[in-house]
């Protein structure tokens, strides 16, 4: 649940700055893991999102 709750962190930093500038490090800071990881996430929830599976694009 920890994980959750880092990336949560992290996601509600971006939420914050829609209308600004997003800095991935200080989203992958509040997470706890590299910036590769939180773009990871992000791009998966995107995907989720817009009603799509990795098999489709």
Known sequence: ME???R???AIDYIEENLTG???LG???RMAC??????FE???KAIW???GQ???RR
């Open 33 to 38: 893991c590299s910036r590769l990881d939180v």
């Open 53 to 55: 599976t990795r098999g």
């Open 26 to 28: 200080e989203a992958a």
């Open 48 to 50: 989720i999102s817009r």
């Open 41 to 43: 996430e992000l791009k």
């Open 7 to 9: 990336m949560n962190r």
């Open 21 to 23: 500038e997003i800095e």
């Open 3 to 5: 994980w959750l709750e």
